[in-house]
């Protein structure tokens, strides 16, 4: 499956963005969705993920009650809206695909990367 993530900017603190991911191949219902940050001179974070259907989702600490992750099947696309931003969510946002709901935490546990799309939040 190939990932194209999209609507990263810049937005002041208590702002709020929605991010995209559009996924083309194969079939995109059968992959649990997530999306990671990364910022300049840290490892790259797990911000949330969601299950094939939709019915699960996950979410780191930091972002609880702040951001929703969501997925339209029928479109190919996972969102990941984000209210409240703080200047500590700056980083570029990536979307990454796998097919098993376990440590979904784990970076390297996900096969499929989207390129990344730079989130600035102004203080």
């Known amino acids: 499956v190939q990932l194209q993530a999209s609507g990263g900017g810049l937005v002041q603190a208590g702002g709020s963005r929605r991010l995209s991911c559009a996924a083309s191949?194969?079939?995109?219902?059968?992959?649990?969705m997530g999306w990671f940050r990364q910022a300049p001179g840290k490892e790259r974070e797990f911000v949330a993920a969601i299950n094939w259907s939709g019915g699960s989702t996950y979410y780191a600490d930091s972002v609880k009650g702040r951001f929703t992750i969501s997925r339209d099947n029928a479109k190919n696309t996972v969102y990941l809206q984000m209210n409240s931003l703080k200047p500590e969510d700056t980083a570029v946002y990536y979307c990454a695909a796998r097919l098993r709901w376990y440590n979904l935490g784990d970076p390297t546990k996900y096969d499929y990367w989207g390129q990344g799309t730079q989130v600035t939040v102004s203080s």
């Open positions: 191949g194969r079939t995109f219902s059968s992959y649990v």
